[in-house]
């Protein structure tokens, strides 16, 4: 009897365990009572750990090898290779890292996140160095379980858990292309700071005129609500059970118009992916997205590439003054235009825009890797991040709250994680780019309102792939060349060029 059916009927139990926890994790996170968190990590921790015993079950590692001899022959660009290939790759991780590393991490990070949460809110670095120095530790640990390759280095196999295939070598020059480019860019319009301002943004915006106008804008833009759900969160993201079931998330805040609404095209952009993916794929390795460089690099486009430009505006500008008619209604287009893309350099990574976001984010790419090759101290890594935060912002944080003590990131082991928020906005301009080749009315559809050609596109050359295809290569069937700034970087000068008129 044929490996591969028995094969698939395993890994779609596998799958389904893993969905059920979504369930929970999604419930925990918008509607559970705060007391039920107990109860609720004992009932994902079992489901956690059936799903993991399934996987490296004896049986399972017989019936995958079974399943790759017999598609020895099969068209290497078919969906079964490429199904073999991706669960041949979760199935050597899982079984190369010992479980009482597994277990060491696990324990570790879950109580490195409460002395960081304690550390932060009373500004005591020094309180959580130590864990730093632990969870360093069994990330090095962890990377050499896994095998460090030849010319590669230790960051090198963190970094493939989030974004498979990408190395420091390839990074290098995509981010010391940005900061070339971008850390003039800043220092320009910091000298015209004055030429714009969000004051519009921070008036009194009650919060279910924000809900109503944000649910109407993603309904438009081609989220279906027979097939996914937008609801409240502290900290929004997305997540997925199905195909036909994909969940977003989003807060209001009264005194921040921009939040809830890009927040919403943001999480969209994720959901778009995962309900685009090809429905033959669902409860198998090949379901959600490849990385999460490309699945950023969808939410970004649609919040940034189409959501904060002007002919998106023309368009829905209008309308939200209708919504908030005291607030917005004497103002122009353009000048709300020019206060949803107001740059300014700060000290807080998830408040900052469009330009210095990347520098945010390269900064703790560097420091990640004197962090674990030891060129850096735990004790020491403050005033790293402050000296660097002076090179590329011109600021210096007045308290580590405000400066390495902001992210829960590296507390919960998120160490390799930082640079797909970057390599996110980069491809969301490299394939906004390649969609206009093909597409040239683009801006004149998104001016007049017509989303489903940009949907369909991003559907058909990313969505539908899901993990068949690793990142790089599908971003070179997509865009038709390898990772580039490029069309980033030029995308940034040309608009903000205009905006501050440098
Ligand atoms: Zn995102």
């Known amino acids: 009897m044929s490996a591969f059916p028995s094969l698939k009927t395993r890994m779609a139990e596998i799958s389904h365990l893993e969905m059920a926890s979504a369930v929970l994790n999604w419930d925990q996170r918008t509607y559970m009572p705060a007391r039920g968190a107990e109860s609720r990590a004992k009932q994902l921790a079992t489901l956690a750990k059936l799903a993991h015993e399934l996987f490296v079950e004896q049986k399972t590692q017989d019936l995958l090898a079974a399943a790759e001899a017999e598609a020895a022959g099969v068209d290497a660009d078919s969906d079964q290779r490429a199904y073999l290939r991706v669960a041949r790759r979760h199935m050597d991780k899982s079984v190369k890292v010992p479980t009482s590393l597994v277990i060491e991490n696990t324990e570790v990070c879950s109580l490195a996140r ?93 919060e279910s005129a924000q809900a109503e106008f944000s649910l109407a804008v993603i309904q438009e833009l081609g989220f279906d609500l027979s097939r996914g759900r937008l609801d409240k969160t502290v900290h929004p993201f997305c997540t997925n059970f199905a195909t036909n079931d994909v969940r977003i998330t989003t807060r209001y805040e009264k005194n921040w118009l921009p939040g809830a609404l890009f927040g919403c095209l943001h999480e969209m952009g994720h959901a778009f992916y995962e309900m685009g993916i090809n429905p033959d794929y669902e409860s198998t390795p090949l379901a959600n997205g490849v990385s999460l460089g490309v699945h950023e690099s969808q939410s970004r486009l649609w919040e940034n590439l189409v959501g904060r430009s002007h002919a998106f505006w023309q368009r829905y500008f209008p309308r939200l003054q209708q919504t908030f008619p005291k607030q917005l209604g004497h103002e122009s287009v353009e000048s709300f235009y020019r206060a949803i893309n107001r740059v300014t350099p700060s000290f807080i990574r998830v408040e900052a825009d469009e330009i210095t976001y990347n520098l945010h984010i390269i900064l703790r790419f560097e420091m990640e890797q004197d962090l674990l090759n030891e060129k850096l101290s735990a004790k020491d890594a403050p005033a790293a991040w402050n000296a660097k935060m002076q090179q590329s912002l011109g600021l210096v944080p007045p308290t580590d709250r405000e400066g390495i003590l902001q992210d829960v990131h590296w507390s919960g082991g998120g160490i390799g994680y930082f640079p ?37 596109w991003l559907r058909t050359n990313v969505h539908h792939h899901g993990k068949k295809y690793p990142p790089a290569t599908l971003i070179q069937r997509a865009t038709g060349k390898p990772l580039s700034t490029d069309d980033y970087i030029a995308y940034l000068k040309v608009k903000y060029t205009a905006i501050y008129r440098l």
């Open 114 to 206: 409460e002395v960081w949460a304690k550390s932060r809110q009373d500004n005591d670095y020094a309180s959580f160095a130590p864990w730093l120095d632990r969870i360093l530790h069994l990330k090095r640990q962890y990377a050499h379980a896994l095998g460090i390759p030849k010319d590669g280095c230790l960051y090198d196999v963190l970094l493939d858990d989030y974004e498979e295939g990408m190395t420091v070598r390839t990074l290098d020059p995509v981010f010391t292309d940005l900061k070339t480019h971008t850390i003039p860019l800043v220092a320009a319009i910091n000298a015209h700071a004055d030429r714009v301002s969000n004051e519009l943004l921070t008036r009194d915006y009650d």
């Open 420 to 456: 797909t928020y970057t390599l996110g906005n980069v491809l969301a301009s490299q394939l906004f780019a390649a969609a206009r080749r093909a597409m040239p009315s683009l801006d004149s559809d998104i001016r007049t309102g017509i989303y489903s050609p940009l949907r369909e």
